[in-house]
């Protein structure tokens, strides 16, 4: 199936930002890795990061018509902000699963609400990097179970 990876504001700085928080894996890196994951388990990953708002919009409704069977999204802080991305989300009715790195319930209460987690497939929270090794399986475990 198509897959699409999105990764919100300040993701682009993943590896610097932070690191004790978010770790020393660039984005370019996990895009890779999860591009390799998805191709051995048969799927292909489109990969798309903005610290737009409207652009990751955009982006979600143009999946329709790719034919897009899953999202794995870290919205960055627009988790806690966007009313957009959620009716995108709505919109296209396509199943996502929100991906944190950070340990969102052990930093300012700010992070703890999220726009988009009870419309989401599934969530992965505090795992760093690996998260999105976790949310792939789970979109691909999701799918198989879906198409049997
Ligand atoms: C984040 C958590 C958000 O609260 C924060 O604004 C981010 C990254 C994470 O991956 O832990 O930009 O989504």
Redesign the pocket.
């Known amino acids: 199936s198509h897959l699409l990876l999105l990764n919100g504001?300040?993701?682009n700085l993943l590896g610097t930002r932070e690191p004790g928080l978010y770790g020393r894996c660039t984005l370019a890196e996990i895009e890779q890795a999860l591009c390799a994951q998805a191709q051995e388990l048969g799927h292909r990953l489109t990969c798309f990061q903005s610290n737009h708002e409207g652009e990751l919009v955009d982006r979600v409704q143009q999946a329709r018509s790719e034919d897009v069977a899953f999202i794995l999204i870290?919205?960055?802080?627009y988790?806690?902000t966007s009313v957009a991305l959620r009716d995108a989300l709505l919109a296209v009715a396509i199943p996502f699963i929100e991906i944190?790195?950070?340990n969102?319930y052990a930093r300012e209460s700010f992070?703890r609400h999220s726009y988009l987690s009870d419309i989401a497939s599934g969530i992965i929270i505090g795992c760093g990097p690996l998260g999105y090794r976790l949310a792939l399986l789970a979109a691909h475990e999701r799918l198989a179970t879906a198409s049997h």
């Open positions: 504001p300040n993701l870290n919205p960055g802080a988790t806690h944190h790195v950070s969102v992070r």
